[in-house]
């Protein structure tokens, strides 16, 4: 079956006003939107969309038939989301399995309300994710070199006229830690309060002044600067100097496995998850922080490389596999009239021109041997399921998000981008 979803963009802080409103197609209402979450995560599950007398949550329709609409007869094991970043998110990580179980049960029986402010496990998952980008997105994404910290630290001592004598104390405290604890008795000191964190970080707001240039990558001094404007006391600002600074373009993805400590910071992306809302904070936020448990469930080791290249694997189709069971993601282009239509179908593909979609094939097919769960980012796409007991088909607008049923393989044709999640292997 292919079905209609839909749900209410969640509003935290850190959204932008109007980015996802654009997308789906929704006047703005003045509140930051920030994530639309596609899946069946009782968090925020979807609802069917269209022709339900009675309204349904995609709970419902797995529960109420789970070997038709359900994997392995459960629920989804991903959760597909889109993210509109309108200012840094939290400086946070994610459990892995083992953690998750121990620490849900921990909370569980200590009483503490699975919606509570304080509450750091709300379900017994582990939640690696992956991001690709819709817009361009920046992004602060595991631990990078010890030295390369140390180097910028050193130049932005350089940079900074009262506030040298501290930065080159944080620097040399990097230096003179044992290499295999130096982050994590980094990001104890660094939260742990003392007067020299404070010292260091006005040391900071001198080298990154108006006029300051910093011998450091222009991302991160813009990093930095940033950081400032919304949390200019955090000590999330030193920490973020230990981690990688990625800019990503459209099409570019990070995976990011449990127990690594990231933070987005700007841009549109659609990203996918295992079906978890599992997330410990040390910073940048004003929600709950945990840093004991953070410490606790941290991956102190260094990210070769966070970015992610995705698999062409069909004309039109490309692929980002991190090798989880949870998820994998898809991206199919389609363009079945060679970008010279006029056809009022495509009058409100805002990022569609008169030129041939790049990428893109006449045709997708994308197999479907377990549920999907997709959404048209641009342009509008026909998904179709021609070899189904009982011919399917969904004419699929920008913004609009559908759930296939496992079975035969869907079609996509027509002009625009989809997104597709699916279990991964």
């Given amino acids: 079956m292919l079905i209609f979803i839909e749900n209410t963009p969640r509003t935290y802080a850190w959204g932008s006003t109007d980015a996802l409103p654009a997308m789906l197609g ?8 920030a994530e639309l979450w596609l899946g069946d995560h009782p968090g925020s599950p979807a609802s069917v969309a269209k022709a339900t007398p009675v309204p349904r949550t995609l709970i419902e329709l797995i529960s109420q038939d789970p070997e038709r609409y359900g994997v392995n007869g459960g629920s989804l094991p991903f959760l597909l989301k889109v993210l509109a970043i309108g200012a840094p998110l939290s400086l946070q990580a994610h459990p892995d399995l083992e953690q998750a179980r121990a620490g849900f049960a921990a909370e569980n029986a200590a ?24 817009s361009e997105v920046t992004a602060l994404s595991g631990f990078r070199s010890i030295a390369d910290a140390v180097i910028d630290l050193r130049a932005l001592a350089a940079a ?59 991302d991160r001094l813009a990093c930095l600067r940033a950081l400032h404007t919304h949390y200019p006391d955090d000590p999330g600002i030193l920490v973020s100097l230990l981690l990688h600074h990625v800019r990503l373009a459209p099409g570019e993805a ?8 990231h933070a987005y910071l700007g841009g549109i992306a659609v990203e996918v998850m295992a079906a978890s809302d599992n997330v410990l904070r040390a910073g940048l936020t004003g929600k709950h922080v945990d840093i004991p448990e953070m410490l606790r469930v941290l991956d102190f080791g260094e990210l070769a490389e966070p970015r992610l290249s995705g698999e062409r694997v069909a004309p039109g189709l490309c692929a980002w ?47 479907a041997a377990t549920p999907l769960v997709l959404i048209v980012t641009a342009g509008r796409v026909l998904v179709s399921r021609p070899d189904a007991e009982l011919a399917e088909m969904a004419n699929v607008a920008r913004g609009q998000s559908v759930y296939v049923s496992a079975g035969a393989p869907i079609r996509l044709t027509g002009r625009g981008e989809v997104f597709l999640a699916t279990v991964g292997y």
């Fill in 321 to 367: 596999r991190p090798g989880v069971p949870d998820f994998q993601l898809f991206r199919a282009r389609v363009d079945s009239d060679g970008g010279h239509s006029s056809h009022e179908a495509f009058s409100d593909a805002e990022s569609l021109d008169g030129a041939r979609l790049a990428g893109a094939a006449d045709e997708v097919v994308v197999e």
């Fill in 111 to 134: 009483g503490v309300p699975t919606d509570a402010p304080h509450r750091n496990y709300r379900d017994a998952n582990h939640k690696p994710e992956l991001l690709v980008a819709l």
């Fill in 160 to 218: 900074a006229p009262h506030g040298a004598a501290a930065l080159a104390a944080v620097a040399d405290r990097l230096v003179a830690a044992a290499p295999e604890n130096a982050r994590e008795a980094f990001l104890t000191w660094a939260f742990g309060g003392s007067a020299d964190v404070a010292d260091a970080l006005r040391g900071i707001v001198d080298a990154i002044g108006a006029g300051s240039t910093p011998a450091i990558h222009a």
């Fill in 26 to 33: 929704h006047a703005p209402t003045g509140e930051p939107q």
């Fill in 254 to 261: 990070v995976y990011l496995g449990a127990r690594q400590l």
